[in-house]
Nanobody
Framework: QVQLVESGGGLVQPGGSLRLSCAAS????????MGWYRQAPGKQREFVTT???????NYADSVKGRFTISRDNAKNTVSLQMNSLKPEDTAVYYC???????????WGQGTQVTVSS
């Protein structure tokens, strides 16, 4: 059974930083693309960033230069370092894993990030 568990969310002031982590079990993250998505109240879930099994990274324009995704295959975790946070970054952040050569897609339960003074 595949499980993705996010952690690290919380309340932070504008300009602050947070680091999210996603721990996978039941599957090796090295076998697919890992990503972070977010959903703000009243809005659709949106793409934030992905990292492929070969290390190719993509970011949404809204987070480029502020967010950094990384993966630790040995620990089977993926992280999202978020700097210079803005109120518009407030959302529930979800970890996602898409194994290579399948149509499967796995999601974590989400972690709340609130940016407010």
């Amino acid at each position: 059974q595949v499980q993705l568990v996010e952690s690290g969310g919380g309340l932070v002031q504008p300009g602050g930083s947070l680091r999210l982590s996603c721990a996978a079990s039941g599957i090796r993250i090295s076998t697919g693309t890992m990503g972070w998505y977010r959903q703000a109240p009243g809005k659709q879930r949106e793409f934030v960033t992905t990292i492929t099994s070969s290390g190719n990274i993509n970011y949404a324009d809204s987070v480029k230069g502020r967010f950094t995704i990384s993966r630790d295959n040995a620990k089977n975790t993926v992280s999202l370092q978020m700097n210079s946070l803005k109120p518009e970054d407030t959302a529930v952040y979800y970890c996602n894993m898409r194994p290579i050569d399948t149509m499967d897609s796995y999601w974590g339960q989400g972690t709340q990030v609130t940016v407010s003074s």
